[in-house]
């Protein structure tokens, strides 16, 4: 990718990370320490400031102090490491592999470890200063750093509290699928509408005929983001029309296409490699353009929640409604342009994102089809479609409409109990009344 897109891609990576915070912490209690001891030095050249508040041990007492801290403190960050890895370790067999980003992107777990490893290497940078008989012939006991030292102890106590609520909070399905939620819809506003160029006028057309030249992968990789403005700037400055053809999300094989380029003649190597740089490919699909995986990963939770070992129908119905919560707000909003103009109105950039019936489609089709012989789960699955359908424009309904029926089809086949199988047709009473109105000449559902 070119400058800014690596930049962008390094900044999402680093947030992610579960090292930033705590090599922040560290480096920061790296700098207190020697500001501390500094303190401490000139505290020992004016023996006359009061200083009673401070540590009043010796040399010998010192070192217990800060030798304890320093001890419990990295028993403790063991402790703490080892339960964030069962939490991720229970996340990936419970919920989906594809949600362990929220648990080492989780603010307060960075929060804890960085707090106690820097309270470890404080009392470790305070510990080598302590000594018996300078040559001044007198003893160094830096009583600020050791009083500093125990504060900052008491503060770990505080934290190690708040880790075990945190922990045993954050593995609940609710605040799992919460999370995945959250991330979604952030996603969702981050996306819709894009603002890259000028929107094309109506008039505007799709990409000019006659032959396009494609411009290939070096190699494979998973589209994870697509730097817009990098791109329309190079259509601008060079009079091209760019259109990438992958979505982002996809995987793309090596030699296959990246992006179709007009006019045919004026590929030159610059556009190759300015169009390379701005589309980024990686090892695994991210969220940072990503709104098929944000789709992907609630939808994944209702299914482990379906599997036989899991068997938990409940945690499937949560998922379905917070599915239905992204599809409403993402249907309300406005799509972004696919044709973007330049200033002389000009087609320069055609962006394509995932249709809605596609993200319907990866939202619901799993779940009706794994879920089929559970007849809560159809059930709930039917009738919050059609609670969607009644919310979003006319123009949306149709594939929402489409996914009710295959589900109420799948199930009829699945579920062998006929009381179950009517209740799954009440809950689909919505589309039997939109057909009636349709049949009538009234706004139906499609």
């Not at 707000?329 to 002389?344: C, H, N």
């Not at 489609?361 to 009738?383: E, P």
């Amino acid at each position: 990718m070119n400058r800014s897109g690596r930049l962008s891609a390094w900044w999402y990576g680093l947030q992610d990370s579960l090292w930033f915070i705590p090599a922040v912490l560290t480096a920061a209690a790296l700098a207190l320490a020697e500001g501390m001891v500094r303190l401490d030095r000139v505290l020992l050249a004016r023996r006359g400031t009061a200083v009673d508040w401070l540590f009043g041990a010796g040399t010998a007492g010192a070192r217990e102090v800060l030798s304890a801290i320093a001890g419990t403190m990295i028993t403790v960050t063991g402790v703490v490491f080892s339960i964030t890895i069962v939490a991720l370790q229970l996340a990936s067999s419970q919920f989906s592999p594809r949600v362990l980003r929220t648990f080492t992107s989780d603010r307060g777990n960075k929060l804890v470890l960085g707090v106690f490893i820097g309270t470890f290497t404080y009392c470790l940078l305070v510990l080598r200063t302590v000594r018996e008989a300078p040559t001044d012939g007198s003893a160094f006991v830096p009583a600020a750093s050791v009083t500093v030292a125990i504060g900052l102890a008491l503060v770990c106590i505080g934290f190690l509290i708040y880790y075990i609520n945190h922990a045993a909070h954050s593995i609940r399905a609710s605040v799992v699928i919460d999370r995945a939620a959250a991330d979604t819809l952030d996603l969702i506003d981050k996306l819709y509408p894009a603002e890259t160029g000028q929107p094309a006028a109506k008039q505007a057309g799709p990409p000019p005929g006659g032959p396009a030249r494609l411009v290939r992968a070096e190699r494979g990789g998973y589209l994870q983001a697509v730097d817009a403005e990098a791109l329309f700037r190079l259509a601008e400055r060079r009079a091209l029309t760019i259109q990438p053809e992958p979505l982002i999300g996809e995987y793309v094989l090596p030699g296959a296409t990246l992006a179709s380029v007009w006019p045919d003649a004026a590929l030159a190597a610059p556009v190759v490699d300015g169009v390379r740089g701005a589309m980024g490919l990686g090892p695994e699909r991210t969220l940072q353009h990503d709104l098929e995986l944000g789709i992907r990963q609630l939808a994944d939770i209702a299914l482990k929640a379906l599997s036989p070992g899991i068997n938990d129908p409940t945690t499937a119905t949560i998922c379905v409604d917070r599915l239905a919560e992204a599809l409403v707000i993402l249907a309300k909003q406005s799509r972004p342009d696919e044709v973007r103009t330049g200033a002389d109105g000009t087609t320069r950039l055609v962006l394509r994102g995932p249709p809605f019936e596609r993200l319907v489609g990866v939202a619901f089709a799993q779940i009706r089809h794994y879920g089929a012989a559970d007849a809560t789960v159809m059930a709930h699955l039917v009738a919050t479609l059609g609670r969607v359908v009644a919310l979003v424009p006319p123009v949306r309904r149709g594939a929402l409409s489409r996914e009710a029926r295959l589900a109420i089809e799948g199930a009829q086949g699945a579920i062998a109990l006929g009381g179950d199988r009517e209740r799954i047709e009440q809950a689909g009473a919505w589309l039997r009344d939109s057909a009636r109105r349709t049949d009538e000449g009234l706004p139906g559902v499609a």
